[in-house]
């Protein structure tokens, strides 16, 4: 493991995924899933998102688009929340949706939208 | 917007998915998604369902076998009640099906089976 | 094997995908390919297009839908030239590949119209 | 049908998948989906899982793999039941997934992830 | 059709996709696909392209990575080029599919490589 | 980036493709893709492949199944012919590639068996 690019991914998640995220993900680390959780860590965060050559809110647009076509509500919706801490506006989101809709097909685009208000509403509740 | 091929889908969409389906769509229309409601409902049920060429019930049958593969319940269920009302019988939907687990496998077919039977169990219980 | 499904498959497989299209399939047999052909043959050909219940033409309808969204392109040429042998017309194709293009996404939509011209094409060259 | 297939089928299927989850199968069957438990019995889990070529164990170890990706999460998490039944370890389940990780993406991986959790985790409240 | 849709659709699918792509496939426009071509052009080039909540530079960095991860390369080529035209940069295209190789998988990024390097080979072998 | 990880990335990458292949992509680094050949060669190559934990016949057995899954013929003909170098025979190719069948479904099926037929026979032709 490159322990500066592993620490770099850390921070990087928090500040995307949100510090409540990846504590419960930390607290649920246990023998079988922890040479997972550093394999996310460094890759995906460290490797590329810590990459400068594409501003954060770009690469959120870009996962919004991603994991609504491969499928994944979970993902979704914590990306969702992401995409709003990186700046990418409500109406940016439903653009995106709107044009994998057209490239991916009315159900992924109405179950993006899905996610979305979920997301929303949970946001609201909170005090 | 074309307003006739609006007003046509919202008609054939109403007729198909329920009137209580649509009515509980528009309920939650807002600033977000009203835009995509408006292109779901003008092109996929304005411009291609209300083409002529092709019978309803087929193209309800050709919805449950793309939407099966495309992995999508929560819309896959809404189609199933939707070719019920289209004509196409129970024993239909089960060889659509068995036909979509030779060609999507087993794990496709076996998740479309379960969504219809909940689609009809929830149908046994309304009054 | 069950050697009465087997034989079924065979003769349906023959009638929808062209004596040419199974010889071929034949001469290629050996030791490593044989329990696929058979595999296929009595289960995929047999025990479902060997059903009754669905009509060859719905079955021939469903496929393209099916295959186009599965993204299988040299599948896809074998079962619209077979959709034309078990009569579903050019018009009919056209319609669900429109469809398709709706539930599936334009690019699915697009390849899927670039291998019917291609298949079409092929079809006015044979003397 | 192949009787002989068939019942190999339906014993190779309840000594992977257990005897609670095939006796559960067995009580929903009805009219609507017997040709399908049928088919999926002889068909999957006889001419296929009947051959004697590769073991359980792989066989296992593929389908964890493969129904990770194909996004099914109901059928995945049986499997992973299914694998530990045919000698699976749990370290070994981690590789698979960390391996899917790398080939089908990081939210294929997530999600492949929580599914073991959640079966681990019905696993130690049994009795 | 609403014509004014469509016509800003033929002119934004021009601008980006190229005066000759457009052309060649205006030429190649008969009776079977004359409806899918309209289609395609009102609903993804006016309806969504046209929308102006996205620039063109993030509507194609978006088509990148969908396009990519929906496995079409033929269309995924003719985008790239497109990307080119509205300002995306040789170093954010490699960014995008290196994401895009996070998320969806090394087998879908090692592709996008491959249809880039053989977009830019063509266009440096133009006059 | 981790050397020792990139090195031992790079070690296995030749092993499993063969000299040729880690040659070519070599040959082929430039500004473009040299990010792209090292997050490939540390991270699915180094990191994952160097874990100890699955032996490389068995990961080349995943690989058939999940790359055929993904549907990236150019990806698996390089890892059919991985697999014969990691001792995975013909015959469990057919194996894997039958479970497939069942799995992902007959055009998959199909593919993968088309995909193996050109890599034994481009094998054979070799001097």
Avoid at 42 to 68: D, F, H, Q
């Amino acid at each position: 493991m490159d322990k500066k690019t592993y620490d770099r991914g850390l921070e990087i998640r928090t500040e995307v995924l949100g510090k409540e995220y990846v504590a419960n993900a930390m607290r649920n680390v246990d023998d079988f899933n922890k040479p997972m959780q550093e394999l996310v860590t460094e890759y995906c965060w460290g490797a590329v998102w810590g990459r400068e050559e594409l501003p954060r809110k770009t690469r959120s647009m870009l996962n919004l688009a991603m994991i609504g076509i491969l499928n994944r509500p979970h993902e979704l919706k914590a990306h969702i929340a992401g995409a709003l801490r990186n700046g990418v506006t409500k109406d940016e989101i439903r653009e995106i949706f709107m044009q994998m809709t057209i490239y991916a097909g009315v159900p992924a685009g109405v179950d993006a939208f899905r996610a979305a208000r979920e997301v929303f509403a949970a946001q609201e509740q909170k005090p």
